[in-house]
């Protein structure tokens, strides 16, 4: 893939200065490679590519961003994570498709095939925002929620938020604000660096 004509083309590791290789080395033991929902990094240098490069331009702001990405990734790989696999991605879909946030949408309907039960077109509903027939409850709950706080203004309702912890629980409901949260921001990252994807996106 051709990187010259991107904002944020990667940076060979021999060129990162120690700030940058802290975020670099940190962020391979976060995306291990074949267990990675993208592609991120090049095979031939192991430069990071992707939103990645442009993380590593500000390492003081890549650190704090390492450090959500680090503390939701090891939240999701507990023993009993407070958010099942399906809850998590119809967050993070719901907000990419109301970002039209391209790299989110690409590497996130990877992880829905691979990682959860949704059918193909159930995750294809995700990516444009729209609900999916199928939903059980606590991914309906899910939506509900984090459609609200990407849409609307002010704060959650109360009885959203009383029926959040209902179904969910209040870790959970915790959890999922804070990845709507998270990937609100990331979305704004991928957008304004305008990161490229691999291949077309399949709605």
Same mark, same amino acid.
């Given at each position: 893939?051709?990187?010259?004509? @991107?904002?944020?083309?990667?940076?060979?590791? =021999?060129?990162?200065?120690? =700030?940058?290789?802290?975020?670099?080395?940190?962020?391979?033991?976060?995306?291990?490679?074949?267990?990675s929902?993208f592609?991120?990094?090049? =095979?031939?240098?192991?430069?990071?590519?992707?939103?990645?490069? $442009? %993380?590593?331009?500000?390492? %003081?702001?890549?650190?704090?961003?390492?450090?959500?990405?680090?503390?939701?990734?090891?939240?999701?790989?507990?023993?009993?994570?407070?958010?099942?696999?399906? $809850?998590?991605?119809?967050?993070?879909?719901?907000?990419?498709?109301?970002?039209?946030?391209?790299?989110?949408l690409?590497?996130? =309907?990877?992880?829905?095939?691979? @990682?959860?039960?949704?059918?193909?077109?159930?995750?294809?509903?995700?990516?444009?925002?729209?609900?999916?027939?199928?939903?059980?409850?606590?991914?309906?709950?899910?939506?509900?929620?984090?459609?609200?706080?990407?849409?609307?203004?002010?704060?959650?309702?109360?009885?959203?938020?009383?029926?959040?912890?209902?179904?969910l629980?209040?870790?959970?409901?915790?959890?999922?604000?804070?990845?709507?949260?998270?990937? $609100?921001?990331?979305?704004?990252?991928?957008?304004?660096?305008?990161?490229?994807?691999?291949?077309?996106? @399949?709605?």
């Amino acid at each position: 893939m051709d990187h010259s004509g @991107e904002r944020f083309p990667p940076i060979h590791p =021999d060129d990162l200065n120690p =700030d940058q290789r802290e975020i670099h080395d940190g962020i391979f033991k976060i995306l291990p490679g074949g267990n990675s929902s993208f592609k991120f990094k090049d =095979d031939d240098t192991d430069a990071l590519i992707g939103p990645l490069p $442009c %993380v590593l331009t500000t390492p %003081v702001i890549g650190r704090a961003w390492q450090a959500g990405l680090g503390a939701l990734s090891q939240t999701a790989k507990a023993a009993n994570p407070p958010l099942n696999a399906e $809850c998590r991605e119809i967050a993070i879909l719901t907000v990419g498709a109301r970002f039209q946030a391209a790299f989110m949408l690409y590497s996130h =309907d990877y992880v829905s095939r691979t @990682e959860t039960t949704f059918t193909r077109e159930q995750i294809k509903k995700l990516m444009v925002g729209r609900r999916p027939e199928g939903l059980d409850e606590k991914g309906n709950i899910t939506m509900d929620v984090v459609k609200y706080l990407i849409y609307e203004p002010g704060p959650l309702p109360d009885y959203l938020y009383k029926k959040a912890v209902e179904i969910l629980g209040k870790e959970a409901t915790v959890a999922l604000i804070h990845y709507a949260g998270y990937y $609100c921001y990331v979305s704004c990252i991928l957008n304004g660096a305008d990161i490229p994807i691999p291949e077309p996106l @399949e709605f």
